[in-house]
Structures are given as C-alpha cells and as structure tokens.
C-alpha cells in the first residue's frame, strides 16, 4: 500500500519524517507537487511533478490512488475524494479523516471560507509544532504497523 504526499504545502519536518519511514518499512511513498520536490536517493521515494493550475496535484493523486493507500494532504476536499476510494488520510498534523469526520470537516472549511471572503477571518492555522510532529510521527506509524501486518 503506497503513501501519497500532497507535497506542495507539506512542511519540510513531515517530509523528512516521510523519508525515513519509506526507507525503514520499505513503502513507496510519492510526492506530488507542481514544483520540484528533492527527496533524497531512495527506490522507495518518488516524485510527481504535475503542471500548475487549480488542484492538478490533488487530481492526479485521486486517479493513482488505490483502496488501502495512504494519502497525506491538508486538503479537505482532496481528504474526502480519497476516502471515497477507500484510502486511508490523516494531515500532516497527524490528524485522520474519515467517512464518519470528513461531513463535518469539509462543512467548516466550507463556512471558514465564506467567512474569509467576506473579510471575517484573516489568521491562518498555527504554526507547526513539537506536538504536531510527535502527533503526525505516531500516527504514521499506526499505519504503517497495520500496513506491515496485510
């Protein structure tokens, strides 16, 4: 079961624990972005270069994926196209989606959106954390153990 990466807003400290863990567990893990991503000299890292334009990355993440892959992305709606294909997605925060949250996740984002337009809401998430990087670290580690169990 391969991972796939909606690289280009992946914070470099993610990206890092991804390389690392396909080299461990031996998954092929993939970076989709539409600029270059490096990843270091691996058969298990790949990269997808897609060209720009308006969630080019995520379509084509949604046409490679397959039921059981693993997709990271902070992409509401590219989260719950994934799970319609019977992936499994969690953000780089280490926090999963699913067919039970996902409703409610793309209904927030959709309402912080209006709120934005309308000039409501102008700060962006928190910075990224210690916390964030444990929480992210341990989830993809779950996964990977059930993945390494199938």
Known sequence: MPIWVDADACPVVVRE???RAAQRWQVTTTFVANQAVR???SPYLKTRQVPQGFDVADDEIVAQ??????VI???IPLAAEAIEKGADVFNPRGQ???RENIRQRLAMRNFMEE???AGQVTG???SFSQADRKAFADQL??????YARK
Not at 141 to 146: I, N
């Open 17 to 19: 624990i991804l390389f």
């Open 39 to 41: 990843v270091p000299p």
């Open 65 to 70: 994926l397959s039921q059981g892959d693993l």
């Open 73 to 75: 992305t902070q992409d």
């Open 96 to 98: 999963a989606f699913s």
């Open 115 to 117: 709120l934005r337009s």
């Open 124 to 126: 962006g998430p928190a």
């Open 141 to 146: 580690d779950r996964w990977l153990q059930r």
